[in-house]
């Protein structure tokens, strides 16, 4: 969609923010995700700007707590990485126990809060 927006229309975006919150499922979301309605979702709102500020894009998504792997990634200009890199490796003796862990482990399974593998709930979501 942004090759599209950016080759297509001339639209290039400048920030995108999402907001992640929890919400409970209503009847149609639950019937949607097969789950029981109340069940507590991830809710994400996306909202992209132009570089003059302009919203483009506004989306809100809704997602299964027990089928949701966020991962950021950032690119960084080489000071700001080089700067981010040093404070990294100065705080590296803060990270837990469960966060090392899951980075070791890595291999796209979902982890729950403590750093163990998320127990799948029967029922399938595309990811």
Known sequence: MYLTLRKVYGIELA???DV???ALADPV???LLGVDTGLPMLLV???ALDGSGRPVEWTRSVFRCDRFRFVARSRLGDQQAADDQAAAGQNA???TAAEAQAAERDDGAPLDVTGRRARARS???AR
Do not use: K, M, W, Y
């Open 93 to 95: 003796d803060n990270q």
């Open 20 to 22: 992640v919150e929890t």
């Open 123 to 125: 029922g399938t979501v």
């Open 29 to 31: 979301e639950a019937s």
């Open 15 to 17: 920030s995108v923010e």
């Open 45 to 47: 709102h996306r909202t």
